[in-house]
């Protein structure tokens, strides 16, 4: 999951985006909205933390404007506004969901995986396919109810199949969404984690389509 954390609060923003690396999340923080509204428009992230307190407009001027121009991404709106109008603020402008400061972390994560799962039409926090499954909220594998031991990496390319699964992913796609946008790797890179995840899960689990990329198969290759 690759998140972009709208914040200007520097201390703030730096323990919560480590917090979530640590949970095997990608974050790229930035300060203000101009920062964020570039990004929005020039890479690819799976959801968005947006603080409304900008010191370039207020985050729901902001978050309107995306939405008018159809950046449809899940928005989790994270506050110190308490009263009810400013929520209803954030929702009418296009936030998906709300937390206010102060919050813990965890609840945050479980919020984000949450719009995550559901933005690709997951209502269980359970991901299955065939034998195969992947808790979204633990980051725990498991085949044939058996766990399933992958690195940080390999688990977020198995995860990112499986919210995409059956659509096919391409290298591109893979890239943008499930490594740094400055340690985005060479097309070698992504052929070796995926043969890793295939020793791993099987080799029929993952099919490559030539010219188009991968998709994860459930355990009849279907």
Do not use: C
């Not at 796609?173 to 060479?186: A, G, I, K, N, T």
């Amino acid at each position: 999951m690759k998140v972009l954390l709208v914040e200007d609060d520097q201390s703030l923003a730096e323990a919560l985006a480590s917090a979530l690396r640590d949970s095997g999340l990608l974050v790229e923080p930035v300060g203000t909205g101009g920062e964020a509204d570039f990004l929005l428009k020039t890479e690819r992230y799976d959801v968005v933390i947006l603080d409304l307190g900008l010191p370039d407009g207020n985050g729901t001027h902001w978050l309107s404007r995306w939405r008018d121009e159809q950046i449809d991404l899940p928005v989790l709106v994270l506050t110190a506004r308490e009263r009810w109008s400013d929520k209803a603020a954030g929702f009418a402008a296009g936030a998906d969901d709300y937390v206010t400061k102060p919050f813990e972390t965890a609840e945050v994560l479980f919020r984000l995986r949450a719009l995550v799962r559901r933005s690709y039409g997951h209502a269980h926090p359970v991901l299955n396919l065939g034998d195969l499954s992947y808790d979204t909220h633990g980051g725990q594998v498991t085949l044939a109810g058996l766990p399933v031991s992958l690195t940080a990496q390999e688990t977020r390319l198995l995860g990112y199949l499986m919210h995409a699964a059956p659509r096919i992913v391409s290298r591109t796609e893979l890239s943008e969404h499930v490594y740094d946008r400055d340690q985005e790797p060479d097309s070698n890179v992504i052929d070796v984690q995926i043969g890793r995840l295939r020793r791993k899960l099987g080799r029929d689990r993952i099919e490559t389509v030539r010219g188009q990329g991968y998709r994860i198969l459930d355990a009849g290759g279907a």
